[in-house]
């Protein structure tokens, strides 16, 4: 396609279960990225990869998120034992280069997450 | 790392008014300013960005100025138009190279 695109566009789980999100970035973008937005609030980071590697996950909130892009391509946030707090709206958006301060990030339509 | 704090939070402008909202940055580091416009229950898209190098840019009816010394920079929309109704993010790097912080967002709306 020719923007990212992101599934499932919402996602409503009980407490305590495990959720996938998924990312297909635009083709040849070989940076991506996750970022998380509350309700009022600005996108928040969360994790970076270029390529098929994590270059910095320095904003999962804890060791219950995980994400991974094993071809360097498609990319998934997994969450374990999921909380109420975890509902947010999840973001993931794309660069042709991974550097934030030459390229536009172009983002998917997000998956909202909602923890009952 | 980065701070990015956005003023006002929310702004209501009648149709051909001009729109300015104010961003701040702790980091001296960040050299790339983005402003990204969201739409209800849409993804966020750039509008305009601005480089260290320079202090104002311009595209139509929206500008970005920036001062470094200050750590700030602000986006002005003239002759607003109801399309303009948005909520609108600053970002800025800090020493990253990749990652941005985004502010809070300014709720904007234009009424016809």
């Known amino acids: 396609g020719a923007g990212v695109s992101q599934t499932p566009s919402n996602k409503v789980t009980e407490k305590g279960k495990y959720v996938e999100l998924r990312c297909d970035p635009i083709?040849?973008?070989?940076?991506l990225y996750w970022y998380r937005q509350s309700l009022g609030q600005g996108p928040e980071f969360l994790i970076y990869?270029?390529?098929?590697?994590?270059?910095?996950d320095s904003g999962l909130p804890n060791d219950r998120f995980f994400a991974v892009r094993p071809e360097g391509s498609v990319s998934t946030l997994k969450i374990q034992r999921t909380e109420r707090g975890d509902s947010a709206v999840y973001l993931c958006?794309?660069?042709?280069?991974?550097?934030?301060?030459?390229?536009?990030?172009?983002f998917g339509e997000g998956s909202r997450l909602t923890v009952l | 790392g980065e701070n990015v704090e956005q003023h006002p939070s929310t702004l209501s402008v009648q149709e051909g008014d001009s729109a300015v909202i104010k961003c701040t940055y702790s980091?001296?580091?960040?050299?790339?300013f983005p402003w990204y416009k969201q739409e209800l229950g849409k993804r966020p898209q750039l509008i305009i960005d601005?480089?260290?190098?320079?202090g104002e840019k311009k595209d139509q009816r929206i500008a970005v100025t920036l001062n470094k010394t200050a750590k700030h920079f602000s986006l002005h929309i003239t002759e607003t138009q109801p399309e303009d109704s948005a909520v609108y993010f600053c970002?800025?790097?800090?020493?990253?190279?990749?990652?941005?912080?985004f502010g809070k967002g300014t709720l904007l709306t234009v009424n016809p």
């Open positions: 083709s040849g973008h070989t940076a």
């Open positions: 601005i480089r260290s190098n320079v």
């Open positions: 958006a794309s660069s042709f280069s991974g550097r934030a301060n030459t390229g536009e990030l172009f």
């Open positions: 980091d001296s580091a960040s050299n790339y």
């Open positions: 990869f270029q390529g098929t590697g994590a270059a910095d």
């Open positions: 970002a800025a790097p800090g020493g990253s190279n990749y990652k941005l912080t």
